[in-house]
């Protein structure tokens, strides 16, 4: 057999497309939309080489247009998870044998065909199941999943050709094992190129997969292993089941063979799953893995210097984009007096101009929200604020679920720093505001790092640089991505590493090598050319 060092094409961040009036890809998109919506899939779990359709159903829905079914998917029972696992375990000794390079080569596949062929398809599939305006499915399900494809293949070989040094008359090596055991993907509803990179990071690392997508997201996630299939992923390495997150999890940590957890969601969630993993830790045969992202509180904090048109930009498209449904979106915001009713008034006149509806409609900036619960969760705060005296609605504060899950971007105002919109993540279009005193900069930045148990994405509007230095000191540990003159969302894969600390995860940082690492168990392999014959050093004399 031949060998050779091999070189993966260098990666680079996939163009957006525009879906401008007329383009070509805005027909492509509607035309594949309509499509799916009248499709009424019937979407089985995949196990092994086996579609499994258990019998026990559930419907899908558009959000925005909630009375419509998209079809059905089919939920696991104890034995589907057994199997899965069963499947990932027997697919691992081949898969994990195979070349890196022949791994590689699947996943640029992956990034081909969706940057290609299945571009409208994932991008309409995301617009339907998780109601996101062309724009958002485009840098979402399109775009941020290629990258992820591409630069984690390139991250590959740069681990892999990490190695130690040597001295005379030895080589030191290191291999980058996979893990003992198969890894479990838990992925959200809000971000498909997640719900692909938290399965494919594992995988391209020579690791075999029981993937639970979000109940919510089941339409688009259908259409990825349709992707990984189509691009010759082997069966078993990539195992997708649907159902009870709490049956399958209970399932999942019973098995011996458990060797990690990727996982995006609730922080409570994640906290219990930490615990259970905890409890049973003799159980395993490693420790696992436990790589995870678990929401925010972001803030957008603006300096007395700060030019008020800029500050009002971020939050609209900080707070609002994608109903303000990312772990990353702005929902709570310092103003300085100086400049506070000038942001305030280019804020309601920003607010005036969108338009909330159907994704189908690309005049649309805003559409609706994930779910019932969702839905119920943003209007009892609203009315909440109703009530209280501390706080009030400046701007928005209207929802109907009539058709569609559809929340007003809302725009509250609080004289208490610590008021519960400040505090609880809420994770939809509801943004609060505090007005600060000009002369108490460095009191609001400790307010801003104390006032929140999460630590993922923050941004501070100044154009006074020393105040952007104390920013960036005082606020060290209150944001994993910070960022100076720009709105706190929008990550940009090989630019932006993703992730953060205390309530809001492990800071892993998906889209760089600092995750993938976490999938591997190096192997030092030491190798003496000419072994001593005497073991006497010379200090003996």
């Known amino acids: 057999m031949a060998h050779s060092i091999f070189q993966v094409p260098y990666p680079s961040n996939e163009p957006i497309l525009s879906y401008a009036p007329g383009s070509k890809e805005k027909k492509e998109v509607l035309e594949m ?57 027997n697919a691992k000794a081949a898969w994990s044998k195979m070349p890196w390079e022949s791994r590689a080569s699947i996943f640029l596949k992956a990034a081909e065909l969706v940057a290609g062929p299945y571009r409208s398809k994932i991008n309409a599939a995301t617009m339907l199941a998780q109601s996101k305006t062309i724009h958002q499915a485009e840098i979402d399900a399109a775009c941020e999943y290629i990258d992820f494809l591409r630069f984690n293949v390139s991250f ?51 690791n075999t997969i029981v993937w639970k997508p979000s109940d919510h997201q089941v339409f688009s996630a259908q259409v990825l292993m349709e992707v990984f299939q189509e691009a010759g992923l082997p069966d078993g390495v990539i195992n997708m089941i649907f159902g009870d997150p709490e049956m399958i999890t209970n399932t999942v940590l019973e098995s011996p063979d458990f060797a990690g957890i990727h996982y995006t969601g609730s922080t409570d969630v994640f906290r219990g799953i930490w615990g259970k993993i905890g409890t049973q830790i003799e159980r395993y045969k490693s420790y696992p893995r436990i790589v995870g992202e678990t929401g925010g509180k972001d803030f ?17 498209r900080g707070a609002f984009e994608f109903q303000g449904q990312k772990c990353s979106a702005a929902s709570r915001v310092y103003l300085p007096e100086s400049i506070a009713e000038e942001v305030i008034s280019f804020l309601k006149t920003d607010l005036d101009t969108i338009k909330m509806g159907s994704p189908a409609d690309f005049e649309n900036f805003v559409t609706a929200v994930i779910h019932k619960g969702a839905f119920d969760r943003l209007k009892n705060a609203i009315e909440q604020v109703r009530k209280d005296k501390e ?9 109907d679920d009539s058709e569609g899950y559809f929340i007003q971007p809302t725009v509250v105002r609080t004289t208490n720093p610590k008021y519960t919109t400040m505090t609880r993540e809420l994770f939809g279009p ?64 090989g630019q932006q590493p993703f992730g953060g600390a205390r309530g809001s995860g492990t800071n892993d940082k998906a889209g760089s090598a600092s995750n993938l690492l976490r999938w591997v168990s190096p192997r030092l392999i030491k190798e003496t050319f000419v072994p001593a014959k005497d073991y006497r050093y010379p200090f003996l004399g």
């Not at 499994?52 to 899908?60: F, K, L």
């Not at 291999?175 to 003992?180: A, F, M, N, Q, V």
């Not at 007395?304 to 971020?314: F, L, N, Y």
């Not at 706080?391 to 929802?399: H, R, S, T, V």
């Open 33 to 89: 939309y309509a499509k799916l919506y009248n499709a009424k899939m019937d979407i089985p779990m995949r196990i092994g080489n086996q579609d499994v359709r258990s019998g026990d159903t559930q419907h899908m829905h558009p959000p925005h247009d909630h009375k419509h079914s998209l079809g059905i998917y089919h939920k696991a029972e104890v034995q589907h998870v057994k199997e899965a696992i069963e499947a990932s375990l």
């Open 300 to 316: 957008i904090l603006a300096h007395p210097s700060a030019k008020p048109k800029e500050v009002a930009t971020g939050i609209v």
């Open 156 to 206: 590959m070989q740069e681990i892999y050709e990490n190695q130690p040094e040597n001295s005379p008359g030895i080589w030191n090596r290191l291999s980058y094992r996979p893990l003992e055991g198969f890894v479990y993907a838990v992925s959200p509803f809000n971000f498909t190129a997640i719900a692909g990179n938290l399965c494919a990071s594992s995988a391209m690392m020579g």
């Open 391 to 399: 706080a009030e609605i400046i701007a928005g504060g209207g929802y």
């Open 430 to 493: 509801l943004v609060t505001l505090y007005v600060y005193p000009d002369n108490s900069w460095s009191e609001t930045l400790e307010l801003v790092d104390t006032t929140s148990e999460y630590a993922l994405t923050g941004a501070v509007y100044s154009q006074d640089r020393y105040a952007l230095e104390e920013a960036l000191n005082a606020l060290e540990q209150s944001a994993g991505n910070f960022y100076i003159n720009d709105k706190p969302t929008g990550a940009v894969v």
